[in-house]
């Protein structure tokens, strides 16, 4: 099984940084969209039932059959637009749609891959789409292949006040000299950067996060003129991660 298995995508972030992301197993996919299924289908015979109710029969059958459609095909748009690109299945499952490029998932995106899904459910409950995603490097359907998506796994979120609290231990950059280019030359921008390389870190093998620190701890090594040997790259984003969110005295 291992030699089939391709390698999860890469993404890199504007400052050239590879971020490793983790395309969900086709199992999981299709666990959620089971579950999905099931609450949209019982949305909308809900909704059927509450018209039949309040309605006379003749006058609601055009109604029933268009909220069941608009429940139906407008669920998945709803929770992947309105809720970070997951539904309740996909949050189940740890699940989330997001562009191939790493970033959220648009209006647009969402749409496409959702008008596709017809052709993903053919012959019968998605067997062309699964088709496509057993082939698939990142197990996409024709729907993300269209819209330009991919369905990734989270992993759990490290602990923000940890992470600041770690930085605090490598302190070798609160000096003045630093501090002043620190004030000077790092942007809100820059901040929540680190902040993300340091959430990201936690889910990388040793070696690739070692990559990781060290191309971002050089990057800013040399943004604030830093000589000291034996600061790392990690400690030294940590230690500058810990300097900006620490209010000061």
């Not at 099931?38 to 029933?64: C, E, K, Y």
């Not at 970033?103 to 053919?122: A, E, G, H, K």
Request: glycine share 8%; proline share 5%; net charge positive.
């Amino acid at each position: 099984m291992n030699a089939l298995r391709h390698p999860d995508p890469v993404i890199l972030t504007p400052e050239h940084v590879p971020v490793k992301l983790f395309a969900a197993g086709l199992m999981s996919r299709f666990y959620a969209v089971l579950l999905d299924a099931a609450i949209a289908w019982a949305a909308a015979s809900l909704a059927a039932l509450a018209l039949g109710a309040l309605l006379p029969f003749g006058f609601t059958q055009g109604l029933v059959v268009t909220a069941i459609f608009v429940i139906t095909w407008g669920y998945h748009l709803y929770f992947e637009v309105r809720h970070n690109g997951r539904t309740p299945g996909k949050r189940a499952f740890g699940l989330r749609v997001v562009d191939d490029r790493g970033l959220p998932i648009t209006f647009q995106q969402s749409f496409v891959r959702n008008v596709v899904r017809v052709l993903d459910f053919m012959p019968v409950f998605y067997g062309l789409g699964g088709l496509v995603s057993l082939v698939d490097r990142h197990h996409r359907r024709l729907g993300d292949l269209a819209a330009g998506t991919l369905v990734i796994h989270e992993r759990p979120a490290a602990d923000v006040a940890r992470q600041v609290e770690e930085g605090r231990r490598f302190n070798s950059l609160r000096t003045p000299r630093v501090l002043r280019r620190i004030r000077h030359a790092i942007r809100l921008e820059d901040r929540e950067f680190l902040l993300s390389v340091c959430l990201r870190a936690e889910r990388m093998d040793p070696r690739s996060r070692f990559d990781l620190m060290e191309a971002v701890g050089g990057h800013y090594r040399e943004v604030l003129e830093i000589d000291d040997p034996h600061l790392s790259g990690e400690n030294l984003v940590r230690g500058l991660l810990s300097i900006l969110y620490t209010p000061r005295a």
